[in-house]
């Protein structure tokens, strides 16, 4: 059974930390990405990754970087966290193909900050 | 910017009605997605249709796609209570492999 799994279900932390959010997947997916969601937003895609050490920006990557030192682990590091990023963090994998394929989603992590 | 969106934004049908969902887009796309996610949960892909493709069936789904109009249906026959979901379209496509989702549309399937 295929498998997206980030580190915490949910998640509450101080404004101006350093937060860490992580995602592992089983599936040997080149492709990673990082959303976030918020109500009457729908999914807007933070960072995305084709490869090791490979990222490149989506469409809010303000705020946030990404690491991927490792080819199933896909991590969303927020610098200095604020208010206006608390919010519901999914990550997502997917096959590198001409045509494309599905995502497989994590559960998502709540982040609350406070 | 996101790529689709989805119309109606909420929708209420009785148990056993057929509840269609409309998705449209900006640009040229390989594929189009259309997933499902229950309340506070990430998403599950529930089927895929190809820019070649017209019609795709899937048990209950069908899904439609006009590219010409860069516009896609999702149709779910006979609803059950258990489809009450947020269902989301996703395109992927053009020179990368980015999967970009749109607002969603909120279904309720009354009893």
């Known amino acids: 059974d295929v498998k997206v799994t980030q580190s915490s279900r949910y998640l509450v932390k101080r404004t101006g930390e350093k937060v860490f959010l992580e995602c592992v997947q089983d599936?040997?997916?080149?492709?990673m990405f990082w959303y976030r969601q918020d109500p009457g937003l729908g999914l807007r895609l933070i960072y995305f990754?084709?490869?090791?050490?490979?990222?490149e920006k989506g469409d809010i990557p303000e705020g946030y970087s990404v690491s991927r030192e490792k080819k199933e682990r896909f991590s969303l590091i927020l610098e200095s966290a604020s208010t206006n990023q608390t919010s519901m963090y999914l990550c997502a994998s997917s096959l590198l193909t001409e045509m494309n394929t599905e995502a497989f989603f994590g559960q998502g992590t709540r982040l609350t900050v406070v | 910017s996101q790529q689709g969106e989805e119309d109606p934004q909420a929708l209420s049908i009785q148990e056993g009605e057929n509840a269609t969902m409309n998705c449209s887009y900006k640009t040229s796309i390989n594929n189009l997605q259309w997933y499902r996610q229950n309340s506070g949960r990430g998403l599950v892909h529930l089927i895929l249709?190809?820019?070649?493709?017209r019609e795709k069936h899937s048990g209950r789904l069908r899904v439609t796609l006009d590219t010409s109009k860069k516009s896609s249906s999702l149709l779910i026959t006979a609803s059950r209570a258990a489809d009450t979901a947020s269902y989301f379209c996703a395109t992927a496509g053009g020179r990368d492999d980015k999967i970009i989702f749109g607002k969603g549309t909120r279904l309720h399937i009354l009893p």
């Open positions: 249709i190809r820019s070649n493709e």
């Open positions: 599936m040997d997916h080149e492709n």
């Open positions: 990754s084709y490869d090791v050490k490979m990222k």
